[in-house]
């Protein structure tokens, strides 16, 4: 009777570790496919935002160009080419050769 005892306790035992063992592995593979699935969308997002990125780089160097400056100047702000009596023409300063050379014909200083 004592030996039936000790089996019977030893096989509880075995079998509630072997189905905890179970229980946790089902536990962390499930875990496992979450995780995957999240990283999956990630990915996804990533891929997106990145597309979404190139397109407003290109976009942000079309607002760049001189021809989509020149639209937006004489349709939306009405803007159209100065008369030649407002172009000033100024000589270069001796010693500076790429300076930007600035003038005000109303007589403001320049900025």
């Known amino acids: 009777m004592r030996l039936s005892r000790?089996?019977?306790?030893?096989?509880?035992?075995?079998?509630?570790?072997?189905?905890?063992?179970f229980v946790l592995h089902l536990a962390l593979r499930g875990k496992t496919v979450a995780l995957g699935y999240e990283l999956g969308h990630a990915r996804a997002e990533s891929a997106r935002l990145r597309e979404v990125r190139h397109v407003l780089?290109?976009?942000?160097?079309?607002?760049?160009?001189?021809?989509?400056?020149e639209i937006v100047a004489r349709t939306l702000l009405a803007m159209e080419?100065?008369?030649?009596?407002?172009?000033?023409?100024?000589?270069?300063?001796?010693?500076?050769?790429?300076?930007?050379?600035?003038?005000?014909?109303?007589?403001?200083?320049?900025p």
């Open 57 to 69: 780089a290109v976009e942000a160097a079309s607002y760049k160009t001189p021809e989509r400056v």
């Open 6 to 21: 000790a089996f019977v306790t030893l096989w509880t035992v075995a079998t509630v570790a072997t189905v905890s063992a």
């Open 81 to 110: 080419p100065p008369p030649p009596s407002r172009v000033v023409s100024l000589a270069p300063v001796d010693g500076i050769k790429d300076a930007p050379v600035t003038a005000s014909v109303l007589g403001a200083p320049p």
